[in-house]
Nanobody
């Protein structure tokens, strides 16, 4: 069974940086596309970033382009989300997800982590 465990969240001020990590286990990591999603207070879960099996295709939510960078290390079975220039609007629980096909929709992903809280104060 695939297991995903996020880490790296925290409470920071506007303009700070955080790097989230997602550790993958239970299957062959390189077979899966990975996505990052977030859900803020009272909001729907939304797509943030995705990366295919090789790291050759990457996509971002428009509001995080230029600030967030998704990457993966297949040798370490880990996907990362580097977040720079954080804003209060980025406050949310961040989830990583794994799926066979890269897509923006949550329904395209088969496995989900439990999330890590990112809080950005003004």
């Amino acid at each position: 069974q695939v297991q995903l465990v996020e880490s790296g969240g925290g409470l920071v001020q506007t303009g700070a940086s955080l790097r989230l990590s997602c550790a993958f286990s239970g299957s062959t990591f390189s077979r899966y596309a990975m996505g990052w999603f977030r859900q803020g207070p009272g909001k729907e879960r939304e797509f943030v970033a995705r990366i295919n099996w090789s790291g050759g295709r990457i996509d971002y939510l428009d509001s995080v382009k230029g600030r967030f960078t998704v990457s993966r290390d297949n040798a370490k079975n880990t996907v990362y989300l580097q977040m720079n220039s954080l804003k209060p609007e980025d406050t949310a629980v961040y989830y990583c997800a794994a799926g066979i096909v890269t897509a923006r929709g949550p329904s395209s992903y088969d496995y989900w982590g439990q999330g890590t809280q990112v809080s950005v104060s003004s």
